[in-house]
Nanobody, 114 residues
Framework: VQLQASGGGLVQPGGSLRLSCAASGSIFSFNAMRWYRQAPGKRRELVAGISSGGNIYSVASVKGRFSISGDNAKNTVYLQMNNLEPEDTAVYYC?????????WGQGTQVTVSS
């Protein structure tokens, strides 16, 4: 199983980006999929997640701005990021879990700067 993250880039404050996490197989196989991020000099942190049962959650700092969703036909999970702030600058990673085994994507850089 492989996860391929994409969609990062440079955006001005207040702008939007949509990150994609494409799985090599069906996302139905995953018990959960998440987005994490790691800013320079900081620990990797959870951003948002979605479970196989459809439960969606996100951390307080991104609520109302970021949303996670999945497209089963495309085997892809998305992170829609709106109203981006400089504090959102980080490398974003997608993560998935199947039968207690974890899988990580390679990360995509998001830079929010004017």
């Amino acid at each position: 199983v492989q996860l391929q993250a994409s969609g990062g880039g440079l955006v001005q404050p207040g702008g939007s980006l949509r990150l994609s996490c494409a799985a090599s197989g069906s996302i139905f196989s995953f018990n959960a999929m998440r987005w994490y991020r790691q800013a320079p000099g900081k620990r990797r942190e959870l951003v948002a997640g979605i479970s196989s049962g459809g439960n969606i959650y996100s951390v307080a700092s991104v609520k109302g701005r970021f949303s996670i969703s999945g497209d089963n036909a495309k085997n892809t999970v998305y992170l829609q990021m709106n109203n981006l702030e400089p504090e959102d600058t980080a490398v974003y990673y997608c993560w998935g879990e199947i039968s207690n085994r974890e899988y990580w994507g390679q990360g995509t850089q998001v830079t929010v700067s004017s």
